[in-house]
């Protein structure tokens, strides 16, 4: 699949504020600075469709994005932003809560983690959450770039044991790179697989 077209819907600072939606719907989520709204502008092909930021803590709203007419990205504000009061930045806002757990159209909500790094508890704790409150998640891997081959394999391999500690099953997994457009094609397959079978489904 392609996206032809992408679109700024609009923002919103509270669950309310988000319009009901029959479109399939994915979004992205993540610690601050990890490259959500970076990885959506590679997908769509276009750096100036969500902002990005070197600072932390860019994106304080939930942004919709309507993609070739027929389906949605939603770009979600980052957890763990280290300029936060210490309980805000080790819990989850209720504007993530609310959105994950009410969001009815929300086919796939991508967590997304640096593969530079080993497993932070923030990630370990949001995973869980989402395992726990049956919110359908994949994972993805972001900034490969910064990586050798190696020392990405290493890593992900890593993270992945400390997630077999506490899951049979490991979820969906994706490796990106939005500086060198690494995971598009993976990334768009599974979403164009999901919005064929969207709504058909009997609840
Ligand atoms: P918040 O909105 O603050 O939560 O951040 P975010 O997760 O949306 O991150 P954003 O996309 O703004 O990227 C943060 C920083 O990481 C920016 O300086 C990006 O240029 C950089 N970055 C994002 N993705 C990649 C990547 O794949 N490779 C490299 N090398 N840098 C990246
Ligand atoms: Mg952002």
Redesign the pocket.
């Known amino acids: 699949m392609k996206i032809s077209k992408a679109i700024f819907v609009k923002s919103a600072g509270q669950f309310k504020d988000c319009k009901k939606s029959n479109l399939p719907e994915y979004a992205?989520i993540?610690?601050?600075?990890?490259?959500?709204?970076?990885?959506?502008?590679?997908l769509c092909n276009n750096n100036k469709l969500?902002?990005?930021?070197?600072?932390?803590?860019?994106?304080?709203l939930i942004n919709f994005f309507l993609i070739n007419e027929n389906w949605q990205l939603v770009?979600l504000?980052?957890?763990g932003?280290a300029k936060k009061s210490k309980a805000l930045r080790e819990s989850f806002s209720t504007l993530i809560i609310d959105y994950c757990i009410k969001r009815e159209n929300l086919v796939c909500l991508f967590v997304?983690i640096d593969s530079r790094l080993t497993l932070q508890q923030i990630d370990l704790e949001f995973l869980e959450w989402c395992a726990k409150n049956n919110i359908p998640f994949s994972i993805i891997y972001?900034?490969?770039?910064?990586n050798s081959k190696n020392e990405l394999a290493k890593n992900i391999f890593a993270i992945e044991n400390s997630l077999k500690k506490i899951w049979d099953e490991l979820p969906n997994t994706f490796i990106?790179?939005?500086?060198?457009h690494?995971g598009k094609e993976d990334i768009l397959e599974f979403i164009h697989y999901h919005n064929q079978s969207f709504g058909k489904l009997p609840k």
């Open positions: 992205f993540g610690r601050s600075n990890v490259g959500k709204s970076s990885l959506i502008n590679m969500a902002k990005t930021s070197a600072t932390p803590g860019k994106t304080q770009d504000p980052g957890y932003y997304l972001t900034k490969a770039d910064k990106s790179s939005a500086e060198k690494v």
